[in-house]
RNA sequence: GUCGGAGUGGCGGAAUUGGCAGACGCGCUAGAUUAAGGAUCUAGUGCCCGCGAGGGCGUGGGGGUUCAAGUCCCCCCUCCGACACCA
């Protein structure tokens, strides 16, 4: 495509895709050479050229959600972000800033395994080639980063750290009263002291701290940090070899990465006491400045409900635990259940049917035991797909147990079913047919009593009653809307010691292991208890061994997880001096999740070459410190597909950090941006499958491929469409600077757009046309004289910007671009015969600079200029050339436009109106009607009411 | 089902606070230039009626508030996204 443009054999100095291509590259090496997007940090490291570009500016973090480097490199879609903080950050550096932009590498997890895994190679060489392409592909947009800062969380040195955060994790408990975590060697000093008072870990009863084994006391420590070892019900992927975190699964009961089957099992795993932050990760929400949108789905993630807790007797048991968000309801409790996995179950399960039992709640069973058993094994063979499909059909079985309603007396059955959740609350509920819709549908099902506790509103007709109203049948609560009937019999229930009134959340803590080689190691070892000890921070990093059988092997549904690092047999073990002598322990054979690294990077940018620290404290203070926010990185661009996980998470090591007194922020990130995603078309033919799109024609609204009809849809681009274009195309056809023009001047970056390969060439024009209004296109040289700018340009120019500016600030590029094309198309047509005055040219250069950084930086060489424009001031508005002293106004009558009149722009109000009744247009509307009312808004219109 | 977000010309979009709807671009039409081509230049382009002057309609649909509504209020429809037996 390129060798179409022969412009040049017309206009030798025509910019087109060949001269592009050459400024491009000549204004990046240039940079790199410069270091011009190189950031000082206030102190440490880093710190030359501070005088000139740091000591008197305010700083100003700005950072993209960084990629997997992927092996299939990137497409259009990729870089729309990177561009949009790009064109920021230059913007920002032009008014005064320190800008800190840089860009690392998400290179550990299954992605980057998995690929390795299909080429047969190691993933440390395909990581390597893959990050190697993606930084070449990026390098040619012209992205303003600071290369020293570029990590990959891949790297010895940066993993290091990621242990080191991770011991800290280890190394900490959360103290309630406190409400903060604490160093375990506070909390080992206070039961020593006797301040607090330790309970048995096998009998839960409180024991003196001196009566407790050295391992007891271990088991009670250990199981109080914020990571720790826990037999808990996870996913276990055996496809995949390993287990992953809930997140990670699909509603399909699938790994979200392969759909492969899942399985839940009961395994020992690292766990991230992520619920000890619940309260904090949900109120601090309001110190930052996120959309409501992302807000929104981590206040449900996270899923705070009130209600109470309350003990209902069973007789030969402690009883059963509930949760519920609707106490006042308790009169309406007609029978209970268990998750079927709860642990109760098989404590009170009865040995036989009780006389007279329904049919229906047996399953026709001899027994409970056998009812029990039967069921729990359908159960676990359902998939969640199922589950779902049988959402309104309601199954379980009894157990023969009955419990005491507190408030009654009565008696009620115990059943197990599936509707109750282990995971939540206690995976127990108080069954209230009349007040909730899963109970009525069971009730219904199984014959149970129904009793409303809440009088419906008139004319409900329908089940179970949710709403507000007052409480009937339930004695001492009778006539209280549900919010009173909640606080009194939250009040009885803890004076007659049946329960209390508590929070409950969805969040789970974190599942953090994963019996992958492609990944953080634990910088764990275990003694001869099997007990876990830190490896001390002198010997970080604990390296990932380096070995070639390390690809996960498919296993069977029900056997172990293998992980890949117990194959490197020279590993496992290692002699340690832990203070008393040199022993042998095992090492912690898992590897941490793919959210490890991402955790974090945030901070390892502000110090990257710091071997002493994670990052220095002067150097942190100043790059996430705030006077007018909670701090944090000032802009935080990235998809809202990482809403929840990436982004509840990174809070989460933050606040953990921020109370060990490691970083100085509440909060990780004062402004999120979602910015949206770039689609494409793509073509199905009549089987369904996928052509490639770049082969589709389109003749007057239909399509077809290799002649036959194929039918279109919009998605995200990718291989799986065949609809992916690539900036290398871009490049090549056009250069960079249109590509980064066109995409954004499609719309706003928070929004979703399509891409349309047809449509750049707008943005390649603009750019040949501003080209063309400084350069002439024969010689070469500046076509521009030092004679003043006529008024209206004048005007036009101080008008762009004043608007340019705002938009720029206000993340709105594609305005700022309608802006400048309206001010060169201004240009074009005052100066089409005479040169452009200097006066506009180099602010004209300057705006287009964030935008279209080496189109701009060559304009302003060819001006005169021998420094690149990376620190110039972008320019300012003139207020005085902002106010126009003759305005046009619409004139109105009854609300539609009739007319038009000039007026001075200080015009009284008489004289507008005297002006529009003067308009003959006007006046034939008003057809010699006098108006009734007349209304002027300054500057902007009039409008006469007859 | 619940919670979010969005619906404006043939297309992408603009309209900062209720004040000229459709900026800017793509596409399309006509003309200029060219041997030809277009990634060149100029002009036009919301829809309908009209030769024209001009008029009517118009921001998913229906109602309302207002001198004035894309913007505010009520009801409804459609699309996208997240969560989904959460007690």
């Not at 599942?511 to 208890?529: N, T």
């Not at 970083?663 to 689609?679: A, M």
Request: glycine share 8%.
């Amino acid at each position: 495509m390129a060798e179409a443009d022969d412009a040049s054999t017309t206009h030798a100095h025509r910019y087109g895709a060949a001269l592009a291509n050459v400024i491009e590259r000549r204004w990046q090496d240039r940079w790199d050479a410069e270091g011009a997007f190189e950031a000082p940090n206030p102190t440490g490291l880093l710190h030359e050229r501070w005088d000139e570009r740091g000591a008197d500016r305010p700083k100003l973090f700005v950072m993209d959600m960084f990629p997997y480097p992927s092996g299939s490199g990137l497409h259009v879609g990729h870089p729309l972000g990177y561009i949009g903080t790009d064109v920021f950050s230059r913007y920002k550096r032009m008014t005064g800033y320190n800008v800190l932009h840089t860009l690392g590498y998400d290179a550990f997890g299954l992605p980057a395994e998995e690929y390795a895994r299909q080429t047969g190679t190691h993933p440390r060489t395909t990581t390597e080639a893959n990050i190697a392409n993606m930084r070449r592909q990026l390098r040619a947009l012209g992205l303003g980063h600071d290369p020293r800062r570029s990590i990959a969380t891949t790297d010895p040195q940066y993993y290091r750290w990621t242990q080191w955060i991770f011991l800290q994790l280890f190394g900490a408990w959360y103290d309630d009263e406190a409400d903060a975590a604490r160093p375990i060697a506070e909390l080992e000093a206070a039961y020593a002291a006797g301040d607090r008072t330790p309970t048995h870990p096998d009998t839960g009863d409180e024991v003196a701290w001196d009566s407790l084994s050295r391992v007891e006391q271990r088991r009670v420590v250990d199981a109080q940090r914020l990571a720790y070892l826990d037999e808990a019900p996870v996913n276990w992927c055996p496809a995949l070899g390993t287990v992953l975190a809930n997140e990670e699964v699909t509603a399909e009961g699938r790994s979200e990465r392969g759909n492969h089957p899942v399985f839940r099992r009961p395994l020992k795993q690292w766990m991230l006491r992520i619920t000890a932050y619940a309260e904090r990760l949900l109120a601090d929400l309001d110190l930052i400045d996120w959309t409501d949108a992302i807000k929104t789905m981590q206040r449900n993630w996270i899923g705070r409900s009130e209600g109470a807790r309350i003990t209902f007797p069973v007789e030969g048991s402690a009883g059963i635990e509930v949760f519920t968000t609707r106490p006042d309801t308790i009169f309406g409790a007609t029978y209970m259940v268990l998750a079927p996995e709860h642990p109760l179950v098989d404590e009170l399960m009865a040995d036989a049917w009780p006389e007279g039992t329904d049919d229906r709640w047996t399953g026709g069973a001899a027994t409970p035991a056998e009812a029990v058993a039967a069921y729990r094994l359908a159960a676990s063979q359902k998939s969640d797909l199922d589950r779902q499909a049988e959402t309104k059909d309601k199954t379980g079985v009894f157990t023969g147990a009955f419990a005491t309603v507190p408030t009654t007396g009565d008696r009620i059955p115990v059943f197990i079913a599936d509707y109750v959740l282990m995971g939540y609350g206690t995976g127990a509920i108080m069954a209230v047919p009349g007040q909730d819709q899963r109970d009525w549908d069971f009730a219904v099902a199984y014959g149970l009593d129904i009793v409303r506790t809440v009088q419906p509103t008139e004319g409900f007709d329908g089940e179970a009653f949710t709403g507000d109203g007052p409480a009937i049948n339930s004695g001492f609560l009778d006539g209280l809307d549900v919010d009173d009937a909640k606080r009194r019999i939250i009040d009885w229930l803890q004076d007659e010691g049946h329960g209390e009134g508590t929070v409950t959340y969805k969040l789970r803590d974190w599942l953090f292991s994963r019996q992958r080689y492609w990944g953080e190691p634990f910088p764990i070892v275990y003694d001869e208890h099997d007990l876990p000890i830190a490896v001390p921070d002198d010997a970080l990093p604990v390296l990932l061994p380096e070995i070639d059988d390390w690809a996960p092997r498919e296993l069977a549904e029900d056997a172990d997880p293998e992980p890949p690092l117990g194959r490197a047999s020279e590993w496992v073990g290692v002699d340690l001096d832990l203070g008393d002598g040199t022993r042998t322990y095992r090492r912690e054979l898992n590897t941490m999740p793919q959210w490890a690294g991402s955790c974090w990077y945030y901070l390892r940018y502000l110090d990257p070459t710091n071997e002493d620290r994670m990052v220095d404290p002067g150097v942190e203070a100043y790059w996430m410190g705030s006077d007018a926010h909670t701090g944090g990185v000032d802009l935080y661009v990235g998809g809202v597909e990482h809403a929840v996980l990436h982004l509840l998470y990174a809070r989460f090591w933050h606040k953990v950090l921020f109370d060990l007194g490691h970083v100085t922020t509440p909060e990780p990130f004062q402004r999120l941006y979602n910015q949206g995603y770039i689609q494409a078309a793509a073509y199905t033919d009549e089987r369904g499958i996928y052509v490639p799109a770049e082969e589709v024609v389109e003749d007057d609204g239909s399509f077809s491929f290799e002649g036959k009809p194929v039918s279109r849809e919009f998605g995200k681009m990718g291989k799986s469409l065949k609809n992916s274009v690539t900036p290398d195309e871009m490049y090549d056809a056009y250069g960079a600077d249109t590509l980064r023009l066109y995409e954004m001047s499609m719309g706003p970056l928070d929004r979703d757009r399509p891409w349309e390969t047809r449509a750049i060439i707008g943005s390649h024009k603009l750019l040949q046309r501003i080209w063309r209004t400084v350069i002439d296109e024969d010689s070469g040289e500046a076509r521009v004289s030092d004679d003043a700018a006529d008024d209206e340009t004048r005007r036009v120019l101080h008008r762009t910007i004043d608007g340019v500016r705002g938009d720029m600030d206000g993340l709105r590029f594609n305005t700022a671009i309608a802006k400048l094309t309206e001010l060169n198309n201004h240009l074009t047509k005052a100066y089409a015969e005479a040169p452009t005055p200097r006066e506009v040219a180099e602010p004209l250069a300057l705006m287009l600079a964030p935008l279209a950084p080496h189109t701009a930086e060559e304009l302003w060489a060819r001006l005169g200029h021998d420094s690149s424009l990376t620190y110039e001031a972008f320019p300012e508005a003139d207020a005085s050339l902002l106010v126009e002293d003759l305005v046009e106004l619409p004139v109105q009558v009854n609300g539609k436009v009739r007319g038009r009149v000039a007026v001075a722009a200080d015009a009284d109000e008489a004289t507008i109106v005297a002006a529009a009744l003067a308009d003959e247009a006007v006046a034939r509307h008003l057809d010699g009607a006098e108006p009734r009312k007349t209304i002027v808004v300054p500057g902007r219109m009039v409008n006469l009411v007859v």
